[in-house]
Each structure stands twice: as C-alpha cells, then as structure tokens.
Nanobody, 125 residues
C-alpha cells in the first residue's frame, strides 16, 4: 500500500510562487509520480509527471515554463515548484502515483492508482 500526503498550498497573489510537496510512504520504488489539479467547477486535469529517476518530466502546456516537478527519492518526496502563478491556476492540487513500474509518464488519471487528499491553491488577482 501507498500513502500520499500533499502540503504547501495556500493563498498567493498573481505573479507569485509556491512550492507543493507530496510525501509518500509504502511501496514507491520505481514509480512514476504526477500532479493533477481540479479547478472550481471543472474536471480534474493533468499538470506534470516525473519518472522514478527524475530524468524524465512531462508537463501540461498551460504550465510549461512556469512549473517544475522534481523528486527526492531519499526523502520519498515529490515537489511542484510553481512560479508566475495566475488566477487560472487556482485549484485543488493532487499528488498521484503509478505503481505499475511501466515507466510511462501518462497524463491520464486512470493510470495512477494512488492519490493524496489534495491541497488548495488559490491565486488572487
């Protein structure tokens, strides 16, 4: 079993920065991890994913160049550094883990079998 706990959310002004963390416990070896978000009144959407080694990353176009996903396997933690935040980045952000060990970085939430509870990020204009 795997447990994921997000932290670091809150309120920030547009143009500001915020770093989210996701602490994982359990069988996380060789897993792909991702961040998703659900804006108010909308469906959950892909944000970014990272390979086990951290050498491969994949971003949604809307965040490319502004967000950076990284991981510290020694700490079982994945991060999402968010810069130049916009009001449209307001959402609940979820950490997710794909335990299949396929190595594929997917934007499909069905490919991830473990999820955190989410952390709210609000960007004011």
């Amino acid at each position: 079993q795997v447990s994921l706990v997000e932290s670091g959310g809150g309120l920030v002004q547009a143009g500001g920065s915020m770093r989210l963390s996701c602490a994982a416990s359990g069988r996380t070896f060789a897993s792909v991890m991702g961040w998703f978000r659900q804006p108010p009144g909308k469906e959950r959407e892909f944000v970014a994913a990272i390979s086990w080694s951290g050498g491969l990353t994949y971003y949604e176009d809307a965040v490319k160049g502004r967000f950076t996903i990284s991981r510290a396997n020694a700490k079982n933690t994945v991060y999402l550094q968010m810069n130049s935040l916009k009001p449209e980045d307001t959402a609940v952000y979820y950490c997710a883990l794909d335990s299949s060990r396929s190595g594929t970085l997917s934007r499909k939430d069905l490919e991830y079998d473990y999820w955190g509870e989410g952390t709210q990020v609000t960007v004011s204009s």
